[in-house]
């Protein structure tokens, strides 16, 4: 079935420095890709997504690229900020597999920044 | 406020007893999904609502676990008979659209459960 493999964390890094979260996936159909983001006291929210292959999603400052030749979708920032602090869930749709309703998470992967 | 309201946000339950767990959705939007977390685990799908209709309860782990949306709007996850391995973070998700055809949902932050 559909899985979604993320880097064990906590991933802990200075203000300014470059952060990566690796995320890999395996899936049967041709799946879009999303981070989703869950700061301190919040609920899940949705950071940036791709739909096809070669793709790069962007927001706030990340970016990850669909690599489907690596089966990748590699979580990317060039200065993290303490704010930046939070737990970083890598996840897939397989329309094809399990339809349009069911995401697919990984297991989630906690950034510390300290000052 | 505007967002995905869960509640209890806490709660503790003898191995046994029957819990119900509420989601209030954002208003006006159609699709309604349960998922359970484990400690240390990523989120993992329970089941699907289109409105009113439970089009997909595929994840549900066993018929203890029951879920309703009478009226399309809130919705109930009721867990009868609860036991130790049912304790977990319990998170409801809306989204405008039917399914995740935007794979934007918008959480609540969660239910946590402890099965004592």
């Known amino acids: 079935g559909d899985s979604v493999t993320q880097m064990e964390g906590p991933v802990t890094l200075s203000e300014e420095a470059f952060l990566t979260i690796n995320c890999t996936y395996t899936?049967?159909?041709?799946?879009?890709l999303f981070w989703y983001v869950q700061y301190p006291g919040e609920g899940l929210q949705l950071l940036l997504k791709a739909t096809k292959a070669d793709d790069k999603g962007s927001n706030k400052g990340f970016e990850a690229t669909y690599r489907k030749e690596t089966t990748s979708f590699h979580l990317e920032k060039g200065s993290v900020q303490v704010s930046d602090s939070a737990v970083y869930f890598c996840a897939l749709r397989d329309p094809m597999n399990t339809g349009f309703q069911k995401l697919v998470f990984g297991t989630g992967t906690r950034l510390l920044v300290s000052p | 406020g505007a967002g995905v309201s869960q509640s209890p946000r806490y709660k503790v339950a003898k191995r046994g007893q029957d819990v119900a767990l509420r989601c209030d959705p954002i208003s006006g939007h159609v699709s309604l999904f349960w998922y359970q977390q484990a400690l240390g685990q990523g989120p993992e799908f329970l089941t699907y609502?289109?409105?009113?209709?439970?089009?997909?309860k595929s994840g549900l782990p066993s018929d203890r676990f029951f879920a309703e949306r009478p009226e399309g709007s809130v919705s109930t996850l009721k867990i009868q008979r609860t036991q130790q391995e049912d304790s977990a973070v319990y998170l409801c998700?809306?989204?405008?659209?039917?399914?995740?055809?935007?794979?934007?949902?918008?959480f609540g932050e969660g239910s946590r459960l402890t099965v004592l």
């Open positions: 899936a049967t159909g041709y799946p879009s």
């Open positions: 609502f289109q409105n009113e209709a439970q089009l997909d």
């Open positions: 998700a809306s989204s405008p659209g039917q399914g995740a055809s935007t794979g934007e949902l918008f």
